[in-house]
């Protein structure tokens, strides 16, 4: 089980052990710094942490040593506009400035290509390093096909990557998700995509174009380590779920208290298997009458159970962004965090939960420590 | 030769001493000073080499008009200041 959690805040990195009495903070990094994303590499025991400092910008740093030491490496770097090219005007009125905003996603490249990470970011980017960080390319295939330049933000002011899954079997297999622009898939390890997307429903868009591919909101994508075909979608208007790797999707429906929320984690050995943290919808995002719970289901969707031993029931108002629930390689350790500050771990797959704080800084994103 | 000042919360991150260096634009005195500091760069300009949107530039106390090419005429013997804008309160 993994015994390493690294939580990234408002206010810094935080790093999690799990001590014969339990989970304790046992490092700061960049404390009072922005810290909106943490990767850890299975391959090099590398970590990467994104940084965003506001005046500053955007920084990325790397430890090759567990987090007791960074180093500044490369930051990803927009493209030139091409001579007399004249930007598309998206849904949301301003052209996507090529420059970037935000570190939105980190994810390693597969087993058998070390050094290779990529990189999802505001506005739009996708970007592949080779070597751990030390260098970034963007991935023109994507950047340049003309329905990216349809793609919107979904509450923020620019579109953007933020979750990436690689194929276990076939690193050249990659699955993104953008808020606004859905779900693509390359096989090819980035030369072409594939716009999928069949089936999700984008309540927020006319009648007539709720079923676009490109206008949908997956909140987070997440692939089954135990069968890659089987991808689940915390969507801004529910639950999808894939079982022919992403083609296709199915919304689950009837899931209470609500079918809203940010993360979704995925069983490492069960596809079936899946936990989400659910929020009153859209317009006001906080838990449903003010109680932390998660949502599990074991059955591919099929039914769910609301967890909330040793979660809040009262005057909770914690909302947990998508990036901020994960599992471990065992499915029996899950970590989530909230904006107010909290952290939650569990040891039983989400059955209990204990509190390891209440009171850090603004929770953005909460990854274990997994072997390769 | 024009002098250039940076924001003492850059420090923190990338230091950046004051130092004379040549130049007659905003660009040219920014551009020679980071040719020597080369990571002091991405902290005060963006990937399209502009003002980061909450940093000002001043020289001898005026603030440069262009952010996006910072084309502003720099006189020999101004002082560049680089800070923050303190947008937010």
Redesign the interface.
């Known amino acids: 089980m993994s015994t390493r959690c690294h939580v990234s805040t408002r206010k810094g990195l935080f790093t999690l052990e799990r001590a014969s009495a339990g989970w304790t903070i046992s490092r700061v990094s960049f404390l009072g710094d922005n810290c909106t994303l943490a990767m850890h590499d299975p391959r090099s025991g590398d970590l990467l942490a994104a940084l965003n400092h506001g005046h500053f910008g955007v920084k990325m740093h790397r430890s090759r040593d567990g987090g007791a030491s960074w180093q500044e490496v490369a930051t990803p770097v927009y493209p030139e506009k091409p001579p007399g090219y004249v930007p598309k005007t998206p849904v949301e009125g301003t052209p996507v400035d090529w420059s970037l905003k935000l570190v939105w996603a980190l994810a390693p490249g597969g087993a058998g290509e070390p050094g290779v990470v990529w990189c999802g970011t505001m506005p739009g980017g996708l970007f592949r390093s080779a070597d751990g960080g030390d260098s970034w390319t963007m991935v023109r295939s994507l950047w340049d096909d003309p329905r990216r330049e349809e793609w919107f933000g979904g509450g923020a002011d620019h579109p953007g990557i933020h979750s990436i899954v690689v194929d276990p079997r076939d690193p050249r297999h990659v699955t993104i998700g953008v808020s606004c622009g859905g779900v693509w898939i390359t096989r090819d390890g980035g030369a072409t995509w594939a716009l999928a997307g069949q089936g999700m429903r984008a309540e927020f868009m006319p009648p007539e174009r709720q079923f676009e591919p490109n206008v949908q909101d997956p909140h987070c994508v997440a692939q089954s380590a135990a069968n890659p075909d089987v991808l689940w979608v915390q969507h801004h208007n529910g639950i999808f779920r894939s079982t022919d790797g992403g083609a296709s999707w199915t919304e689950i429906e009837g899931v209470e208290p609500s079918a809203f929320g940010f993360p979704v984690a995925v069983h490492p050995r069960d596809p079936d298997t899946a936990w989400f943290v659910p929020a009153r919808k859209d317009e006001q995002r906080y838990p449903v009458e003010g109680r932390v719970v998660v949502t599990r289901t074991r059955d591919g969707g099929r039914t769910f159970e609301t967890l909330t031993k040793g979660l809040p029931q009262t005057h909770a108002y914690d909302l947990v962004y998508r990036h901020a629930l994960d599992v471990d390689e065992t499915g029996e350790r899950l970590v989530f965090g909230s904006t107010t500050g909290s952290v939650w771990a569990s040891e039983d797959g989400g059955d209990s939960w204990q509190t390891v704080s209440t009171h850090l800084p603004p929770v953005y994103a909460v990854a274990f420590e997994k072997p390769a | 030769m024009p002098t250039v000042r940076f924001t003492a919360?850059?420090q923190r991150?990338v230091a950046c001493p004051p130092r004379a260096v040549d130049g007659a634009t905003l660009r040219e005195v920014l551009d020679a000073y980071f040719a020597s500091n080369e990571?002091a760069r991405?902290?005060?300009l963006?990937?399209?080499g502009?003002l980061?949107p909450?940093?000002a530039a001043f020289i001898d106390g005026r603030q440069v008009e262009d952010r996006q090419h910072l084309s502003d005429a720099v006189p020999p013997d101004a002082t560049v200041d680089v800070v923050?804008?303190l947008s937010g309160g």
């Open positions: 919360n850059i991150h990571r991405g902290y005060v963006d990937d399209r502009r980061r909450h940093m923050q804008s």
